[in-house]
């Protein structure tokens, strides 16, 4: 079958999925209100229409992805921004042409004391920095610099996924970080769409909190935005071929959220505060290393498909795995326990996305220890994201597409 054939197969089956939902709402109407109900029908149909379209056409694009250079301008929004807040890093995702441009900013801080001297050195070599309280603040890429330099760990504006109460200046802070990426929009209103994890299921923890403040500062800066599950993102993002139907999982740095979506609908969403930090605190301790030092050799060299060569892989293995199995345990027994599952005729795919995910030999350690589980939806495959510390800004941003 031809791709042009695919993409209106696609659209044809969630235009079906809609105009059924609208059907059953007319079911009791009048005959006035039913002529005013299919007027309205018809014009969110052909609304609707747009939106699967822009849907389609974003989710088919190249991804043009960087990290943000030291000295290099925020970019101004010219239309639909997606905004990934993950713990470990913010990225930033807009529609350039036939393109989608990601930035990419570490999410994280380190302090040094004041001084005139370091304040021209640190302009002098273009370092992110404010100044607070008789503190530069130090932030994005040039924060890891200085930690590695001083064999310490940066800090944190976010924490097991959501804002830490325990640093002072952590919304300032994570305000001047967001800075660094966009501007205010060229255009007052324009819809950005940012990622906000799932209810954590070990803790009593609030989400709503976190997604409020951020919410208020996207708004002083001239957007609307609009929020978005970040295992809804991933679905968004890489199972546009599927209907939007399967488990989307980010593997992230503070969490790992998990999201099954059925025709786009998020039916079951929660997280796990157990990801890459965990791992690289947990490692670090067991080696008497820093944990930035652990997260640096485990993005360079870690391969989770051969045995392990040193205590450092050993320990980085077993860690995994202990993340691995948690997440699927947690898996069961939260789908197992919901009555929300919709009846699902075929298999499902899971997708892994995420910058815990990316590790040579995740995706197979994880399909391997799914052997075990027993869902109550069947499993057609697991894959891994097409670009996993991207996936969730991509998926931001097609829901941006589609509510602009």
Do not use: W
Not at 185 to 192: A, N, R, V, Y
Not at 276 to 287: L, S
Not at 339 to 361: C, F, N, Q, Y
Request: aromatic share 6%; proline share 3%.
């Amino acid at each position: 079958m031809s791709e042009s054939n695919d993409r209106e197969n696609e659209i044809a089956r969630l235009k079906q999925r809609i105009a059924e939902i609208e059907s059953q709402e007319q079911n009791d109407s009048s005959d006035t209100e039913k002529f005013e109900t299919e007027s309205s029908v018809a014009s969110t149909g052909q609304s609707t229409d747009k939106q699967i379209n822009a849907a389609l056409d974003t989710s088919q694009k190249a991804i043009i992805s960087k990290e943000k250079e030291v000295g290099e301008d925020a970019e101004i929004a010219r239309g639909p921004v997606g905004l990934d807040i993950g713990t470990s890093n913010i990225v930033m995702a807009q529609n350039k042409g036939s393109k989608i441009n990601m930035v990419k900013q570490l999410n994280a801080f380190f302090t040094i004391p004041q001084s005139k001297f370091t304040k021209k050195i640190l302009t002098q070599n273009d370092v992110m920095f404010f100044e607070h309280g008789g503190q530069y603040y130090i932030i994005g890429y040039s924060a890891e610099d200085f930690a590695n330099l001083f064999n310490t760990n940066t800090r944190r504006t976010v924490v097991k996924g959501l804002l830490s109460s325990r640093e002072n200046e952590g919304i300032k802070i994570i305000q001047a970080i967001i800075s660094t990426l966009i501007h205010k929009p060229k255009k007052f209103g324009e819809t950005l769409c940012f990622s906000v994890p799932g209810e954590p299921i070990e803790e009593t923890t609030y989400v709503a909190g976190h997604e409020m403040i951020l919410k208020m500062y996207l708004e002083s800066l001239g957007f609307t935005p609009i929020s978005i599950n970040e295992g809804l993102a991933v679905v968004m993002s890489e199972l546009v071929e599927d209907n939007f139907t399967g488990i989307g999982i980010s593997m992230g740095g503070g969490m790992c959220n998990v999201c099954l979506s059925y025709l786009s609908v998020p039916v079951i969403t929660f997280s796990i505060q157990k990801g890459g930090d965990y791992i690289d605190a947990m490692v670090g301790r067991d080696t008497g290393m820093s944990a930035t030092k652990v997260k640096g050799m485990k993005e360079e060299s870690l391969d989770l498909s051969v045995l392990p060569k040193n205590k450092v892989e050993t320990a980085l293995h077993m860690y995994y795995m202990d993340v691995i199995l948690t997440l699927i345990h947690s898996i069961q027994r939260v789908i197992s326990a919901s009555d929300r599952v919709p009846k699902i005729s075929e298999p499902i795919p899971i997708v892994l996305s995420g910058g815990t995910a990316m590790p040579k030999g995740c995706r197979q350690k994880f399909e391997y220890a799914l052997k075990d589980a027993r869902l109550p939806v069947q499993i057609s495959s697991v894959r891994s994201a097409r670009d996993p510390l991207n996936t969730t800004a991509k998926g931001a941003l097609i829901m941006a597409v589609t509510e602009a």
